[in-house]
């Protein structure tokens, strides 16, 4: 038992640290199959905390906190998308926009054993055209006698080629120095690293359901814009919005009022730039149009706000357009859809007309306490104790599950680790995730509980 408390404070007070400023955001972009999953895996392979092995923490996620010679970056991976898209044209020109928008400096990679393509040439234009640094890198040069495949990428006058192997690593050290100087150089205009001291919200939810109309409804005369694309476009990023006397920064409003942008790919650009909100936001309001039926979408991206371990406040707008018939529709939606979060806040109002919009706050804040909150280890443990002499894990094989001691291992959103005898069941998971919330509240936040089995 010694042991557990030792390493449940380490987990504890390594998650607990906040490291310093990343250098800047830097993207992997290139054609499907060059290698960027495996490159960005490389990259990362290194640094995988214990509390992320929780399922769902770190899976579709746009950026991770990596690390190279000392100096903290963000990695963003564009590639993992693709498999969503229709027409490798469009997905690729999208993909290269997000890249930008979303990153200080860019890694290029191409792979020497096809050779150059025409789609390459193509993303040099539009990567150039972004003005973002880029280094360039070719992959799959396993060996020091595939050297000189990498000369031919010269030609696409992006400076000098790096030669690399993702998969053994190869060279990769020498394409991160360049890449960290480069972003150190670079112009931080990535939006990732906005300082603000502001509460960071992310307003999400499929077209149509009212984002544009609800931002308008809360900031009346008072949004600041706070930060602004470089570039292409002059559309504010980040906005702070004053509601109820409490100034709110929301993320990526750009996203929020040009939807409707004619961009081929749109739905994986969009899909895309929600989860980056998400990332970036600390809550998520994900809107809903309460007249019409919920959608797999409206679904999706709620999970990923969930996923991404955000306080959640669910919002049901038009609500000035619901019948009776709506309403019990809804209700009983409410207990099957939904019932993976009936935790989260809830808010129905109407953009609108503005009704119930004065609810929000409240609600916010609500989710935010709980996403913060920390149970004092003693207070866990006595609790725990208290549960498991009431109901006590089913024997099995005559062998006897114990819950040994437990801590909370960070917050943002509350996340528990168990130390345990044996395995413990999902159904006797599930039972403890649920008597944390009747007894601690958690109101508004998703709460992740890990098991570490000790034999
Ligand atoms: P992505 O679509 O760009 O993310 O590419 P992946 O990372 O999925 O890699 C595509 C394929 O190339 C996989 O089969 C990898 O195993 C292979 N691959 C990636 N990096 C290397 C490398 O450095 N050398 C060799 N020989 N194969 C590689
Ligand atoms: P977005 O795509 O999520 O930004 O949605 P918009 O804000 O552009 O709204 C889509 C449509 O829904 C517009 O025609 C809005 O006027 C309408 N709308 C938004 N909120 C409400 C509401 O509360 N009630 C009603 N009746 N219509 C709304």
Redesign the pocket.
Known sequence: EDQSLLDADRIAGASRQSGPKPVGVLAVV??????????VNRILGRRVAVVEDTPGVTRDRVSYDAEWAGNDFKLVDT??W?ADVEGIESAIASQAQVAVQLSDAVVF?VDA?VGLTDTDQRIVKLLRESGKPVVLAV????DAAGEYMSAEFWKLGMGEPYA?????GRGVGDLLDVAIEALKKADKTSGFLTPSNLRRVALVGRPNVGKSSLLNQLAQQERAVVNELAGTTRDPIDEVVDIDGEDWLFIDTAGIKRRAHKLSGAEYYSSLRTQAAIERSELALVLFDASQPIADQDLKVMSQAVDAGRAIVLVFNKWDVLDEFDRQRLERLWNTEFDRVTWAERVNLSAKTGWHSNRLAKAMRTALESWDKRIPTGKLNAFLGRIQSAHPHPLRGGKQARVLFATQASTRPPRFVIFATGFLEHGYRRFIERSLREEFGFQGTPIQVSVHIRE
């Open positions: 290139g054609r499907p199959n060059v290698g960027k999953s495996t490159l590639g993992g693709e990679v054993q992959n799959k040069i396993d690399i192997s993702a998969m053994h």
